[in-house]
């Protein structure tokens, strides 16, 4: 996201989900996210003070997918920032689908509850 204020990251988060649908939410210290203390329940890690991981919070995962997704968009040159939530759900099929044939991959796209 271009702008990471509160009310930014807010009106993301509760796009497809309303607050008493979630569990938890694990963040990093950024200032930004200490407002979601006053609507669901939030815990953090602190990066600045070499704290990753604390109990079950941790976002690495986020990190580490990041990390895979960020290569592959680099192969993709001109597109508008626009679009870009295009070239993430084609990533997200692809990673979703990673253990599936190329033709498997294309029925469960294609036919969707044909597939588990």
């Known amino acids: 996201m271009a702008d990471v204020a509160a009310r930014t990251v807010l009106r993301h988060l509760f ?3 309303k607050p008493d649908e979630i569990e938890a939410v694990y963040t990093d210290d950024y200032p930004s ?9 939030h815990e953090t ?12 919070v941790h976002i690495n995962t986020v990190e580490a997918e990041f990390s895979v997704f960020r290569p592959w968009n680099a192969t993709f040159r001109g ?3 626009e679009k870009i939530h295009l070239y993430i759900a084609q990533y997200n099929h692809l990673r979703n689908t990673r253990q599936m044939k190329r033709e498997e991959r294309t029925l469960a ?8």
Not at 33 to 41: E, K, Q
Not at 109 to 115: D, F, Y
């Open 33 to 41: 996210y200490n407002f979601l203390d006053s609507f669901i329940p």
């Open 79 to 81: 597109y508008s920032k």
């Open 15 to 17: 796009k497809n989900s």
């Open 45 to 56: 890690v602190n990066h600045s003070a070499g704290e990753y991981a604390g109990g079950r």
């Open 109 to 116: 796209m294609l036919l969707p509850k044909a597939n588990p």
